[in-house]
């Protein structure tokens, strides 16, 4: 989910974390761009394990109603 926003986002836009790693890797800024590629991959896991630990509490509340 997150990985395909980030996709589209460096096709689609002029700002942002895909446009910057796209910069960064035609500039072979491989430091700073794979530092880039891991904060996003961190985020996507963040907020998978946030939404998944969110899923799971909405099922236990409906399973209990």
Request: aromatic share 8%.
């Amino acid at each position: 989910g997150f990985l395909a926003i980030i996709g589209s986002e460096t096709i689609a836009g002029i700002n942002g974390l895909g446009s910057q790693i796209v910069r960064l890797a035609e500039g072979m800024n491989t430091a700073e761009m794979f530092a880039y590629v891991f904060f996003v991959i961190l985020i996507a896991l963040v907020l998978n394990g946030a939404l998944s630990l969110l899923q799971k509490r909405i099922n236990r509340a409906s399973e209990a109603a």
